[in-house]
Structures are given as structure tokens and as C-alpha cells.
């Protein structure tokens, strides 16, 4: 199995940065393996949805929501994959959560809160 771990959210004033990080351990053939990160986030009474992934190769997704002020990246050697978010705005307030997916297994987080003020 893969377990994730979350870390970096918390409150934030608008127009502020944070830098979320996703910490990969357990079952060292499957870490290796992956085929793609992404980060989610569910924001209070609204479905979860995709903020951004990035594959095994590199190539990255946004949300349009998101695009230009978030940046996805990975560290293949801490088994680490970040998302830094500059220009937050409070409609960025939501659960994140961070994802693993290999071949059609999805690895979850239990999802770290950011919370931007106006």
C-alpha cells in the first residue's frame, strides 16, 4: 500500500502564498511506480474537484480556476510532490487533498484545510 500525508495548509490572507506538500511512504515498488499526482480540493458543500496534476513524465494540468497562480512539482527523490499557490483568493478556501494514482488504483490523502481571508 501507499499512504500520503499533507502538509503546508492553513489560514491565509487573500492575495497571500502557501506551499502544500505530499509525503509518499510505504510500499516502495508501488511509490516508484506511479503514474501521476494530482491535488483536489473540496471546498465546504461543493463536490471535490481536480486543482492539478502532474504525470510520472512531468506534464502538468490545471484547473482553470487555478491556472497561472498555482504550480504543481514533484521531488522523485524525497518521494515528495508540492503545490505552491500564490494569489490566493478566498474562493481557494477548501479541503486539499493529495492523490497517487497507479494504473487504475487511486492512493488518497486525508486532506489538509486552507483557509484565505478576504
Known amino acids: 500500500q501507499v499512504q500520503l500525508v499533507e502538509s503546508g495548509g492553513g489560514l491565509v490572507q487573500a492575495g497571500g502564498s502557501l506551499r502544500l506538500s505530499c509525503a509518499a511512504s510505504g510500499n516502495i515498488f508501488l511509490i516508484k511506480t506511479i503514474d501521476a499526482m494530482g491535488w483536489y480540493r473540496q471546498a465546504p458543500g461543493k463536490q471535490r474537484e481536480l486543482a492539478a496534476t502532474i504525470t510520472i513524465g512531468g506534464s502538468t494540468n490545471y484547473a482553470d480556476s487555478v491556472k497561472g497562480r498555482f504550480t504543481i512539482s514533484k521531488d522523485n527523490a524525497r518521494n515528495t510532490f508540492y503545490l505552491q499557490m500564490n494569489s490566493l483568493k478566498p474562493d481557494d478556501t477548501a479541503v486539499y487533498y493529495c492523490?497517487?494514482?497507479?494504473?487504475?488504483?487511486?492512493?488518497w490523502g486525508n486532506g489538509t484545510l486552507v483557509t484565505v481571508s478576504s
Open positions: 492523490n497517487a494514482r497507479r494504473v487504475a488504483v487511486n492512493f
